[in-house]
């Protein structure tokens, strides 16, 4: 850079000249200190920024499992997990694998054979299904041992458009609560390593569904065809996944806690006094801190999350969906949510409906196109509910995304109540 | 800014004149652009990227009250809170305060002198403070009623002194269980807005320092003398500040699953089944993650910690550190834990002492200086403990260090016990 010469070759003050070298490198040198500091500034101010930790997703943003969204809740952090089934539930299970058998309450074989062609079979393929060997009659119920020919037979749509309408008939508990799999989920398994190959592109020939989500049904069949206790275990364990949410509420140092307070401890059992001190010990610390979502459920709910119910004993029920939604603020579990009957009771006499969940505590039911409840789980913010899918031990309590608890119940319309005192 | 003509020099095609105006004017218009851009690009990469709410925090991201710890029990993520008392129960102990009473068991005035005396204060002091219409006697007791004066009068070191003489003997119940801060924990108290600036100095000049940490006994004065209900709400909520901990258990891909749920998972009523599924999903996610060591623990503990227990109705036991020690594994709490001589007894029969934790279960045991089981709690992993300080229900359970229990209990023998079944 030189500055310019007068006439009379003294320098000018007021001008400055630069060859294009010095220009570049006084452009180089500008933009890189002025980005180095902006730099260092936003940094800064982003790390003493209110926030538990560093970096937090923007709300409403989901970056990967993880996902934050604002609300009356507060601000909720979420993480998609999945869960697998334990081990030790499925050894002795299938050390000795039973045939799979339909049971057809209140039907014909003639009733069960016009079901089948009305749901994409053909008469041929009914008849040769139905064989006499096949089936059997038990009081007013028709009893249908299918064959493995015939459940291998069976082509996707068919297999899809039968079994639908076979769910919410209590034929057979894995037609009726089905495993179902996300899109990913299933590549996912493509990769397991404890899944035999056979054994993988067996269970490819037998899921069915949309191609959102993937059904699977045929368990006893597939465990039949694998020939060892050890693949059969490694299968199993793969296939059992269910996905699952982690949820943690967020408490910044300028988070509004009466109002966060006032929204978990609205819920029966669970006490303000309880929740606010944990809430503002968050809020003191320098950059907040995070809280399970655990802690800001009842009793009932806070013993349960992410646990198995034990295997019943002979003859003793197994809680399911309905027991553990209207169980949900109790202190001492209700054993008449067992009884079915009971729950639409209580439905009927303690509820209302709602065009949408907004209150921890609201309850969400999928009906199916009889108006026959098939799950009920409890709302409690953003997307969440907790949930205990069907009546079977090995399906843990836990919360789940109401879109994925839809997935599941595509049949079935969605109904929110509200209880009556709330 | 100008190039110069062709032919005005040599290399004049690569010349730039500015003038100085023009070149401030070029510089800012440069570093303001290049500061927009760099903060626009910093604050939207930062937004996207997950932080270790969710995610376990790097070395860089941990300081000395959020920080990691590995052992047998995994990888634990700790994070220092304070709890403070919830305000609903104190509206009520302070509409009416009553003025300190110090009742010396077994001791007559002379005695007293000469204890104050030993520890401290001179004797002109001491026949002022104990003049006879400060004194009464009841039974084979003295009963004391300090003045503010006597009170206020005493600096910290004589304080601490006099007090710590006096702690154990039952002469006062804040003399026994004084308010106490470890580490820093003070400066919360004297940094807090909330109360009324002269009960904050009163506060301090009534605060001393032990050997470990800073205690503060003289409720009864500085409640007597602060004029309003409200002020002495803000007070006391600022006061109650107990130091807990918030933990969390960090699952990365290469986590060894099995150490860790053996460590956890041994106990009575804590089901395999119910934390693997958890610690393995986890592992699978690409970058781990955490979970809340409330899911790990027996349903007794899971369910209370960090509540409160309810208002006791009139002459109903309120459950103490025993109790919660000596049903921490039952799934229904046993109210025989209500009476010391059956804690006792199941102390002796069912454990054996060891020289230092190192299980999930085992049970800390302070012991006065005539032996006397004065607190229990249940060692978690690292230096942490669940406990329920004090027959209380303004207490609630939660997760301490041992080094604050300590800190608590101490003028008192630690014994560590083991379950003789483990």
Known sequence: ?422 | MKQPKNGEGRGSANVFRFSLSGLMVFCLCLVAGVSFITCKVAGSRRAWTAGPVMNIPEPDEQDKYTFTRQGPWGELLTQDISLQRPVEYLNQDLKTVQPPVWTFRGMNVAQIKALFIANGLPQQEVEKALAPDCVSTQGTNTVFKPSDAFVLSLNSETRDRLYSAMRGLDVNVYLDWPYFYPRDTVKLVLADTRPHPDDLALFKQLVYRGKDAWRFTDFETLMGRIPTLERRVMMTASLARQPAVLARLCIRPNTDIDQVATYWGHAPNVRFTDIRPMLEALKRLPKGGTISLAFLLPPFPRERLYTYPLPPAPGEPVPDCHWSTLNFWNVKPDNRFLEAAECGRRLDDDFYVIPQPGKFGDVLLFLDRQGQRRHSAVYLADDLVFTKNGQSYVRPWMIMRISDLHALYRDFTIVYLRRKTD
Request: glycine share 6%; proline share 7%.
């Open chain 1, 1 to 422: 850079m030189a500055k310019l010469k007068k006439e009379n070759g003294t320098a000018s003050a007021k001008e400055f000249r630069l060859n294009l070298t010095g220009l570049i490198g006084l452009c180089l040198c500008l933009v890189a200190g002025a980005a180095f500091i902006t730099g260092k500034l936003v940094g800064t101010r982003q790390e003493s920024a209110a926030g538990p930790g560093l970096n937090l997703p923007a709300s409403d943003v989901a970056d990967g499992a993880i996902s934050a969204k604002q609300g009356p809740w507060g601000e909720l952090f979420t993480q998609n997990i999945t869960l697998e089934r334990p081990t030790e539930y499925f050894s002795n299970e299938l050390k000795a694998v039973q045939p799979s058998v339909w049971t057809f309450h209140g039907m014909t074989v003639a009733q069960v054979k016009s079901l089948f062609i009305a749901n994409g079979l053909t008469q041929p393929e009914a008849e040769r299904a139905l064989a006499p060997d096949r089936v059997s009659t038990q009081g007013t119920n028709a009893l249908f041992k299918p064959s493995e020919e015939f459940v291998l037979s069976l082509r996707p749509e068919t297999r899809d458009r039968l079994y639908e309408a076979l769910r919410g008939l209590d034929v057979n508990l894995y037609i009726g609560s089905p495993h179902y799999y996300a899109k990913d989920q299933l590549e996912w398994l493509k990769g397991d390593a404890r899944v035999h190959p056979d054994d993988l592109a067996l269970f490819k020939r037998l899921i069915y569904g949309g191609s959102d989500v993937r059904r699977f049904s045929d368990y006893e069949t597939l465990m039949g065809k694998i020939p060892t206790l050890e693949r059969r275990v490694g299968a199993a364990v793969s296939f059992s996944r269910q996905p699952a949410v982690l949820a943690r509420l967020c408490i910044r140092p300028d988070a509004d806690i009466d109002k966060v307070v006032m929204y978990w401890g609205n819920t029966s059992n669970v006490r303000l006094i309880d929740v606010r001190p944990m809430l503002e010990a968050l809020k003191r610390l320098p950059r907040g801190g995070t809280l399970s979502l655990m802690y800001l459920l009842p009793p009932f709910a806070r013993e349960r999350l992410y646990t198995f119910p034990p295997p019943p004993a002979p003859g003793e029920p197994i809680p399911d969906c309905h027991w553990s939604t209207f169980n949900f603020s109790s202190v001492t579990p209700d054993k008449r949510f067992l009884d079915l009957a009971e729950c639409k009771r209580h439905i009927d006499h303690d509820f209302y409906q709602i065009a949408r969940p907004g209150l921890c505590g609201d309850v969400v039911l999928f009906k199916n196109n009889k108006g026959e409840l098939r799950d009920s789980a409890v709302y409690l913010a953003a997307d969440l509910v907790f949930s205990k899918i069907g009546k079977n031990y090995t399906m843990p309590w836990t919360i789940m995304r109401i879109a994925d608890l839809q997935a599941l119940y595509s049949n079935c319309s969605i109904v929110y109540l509200r209880n009556k005192t709330d």
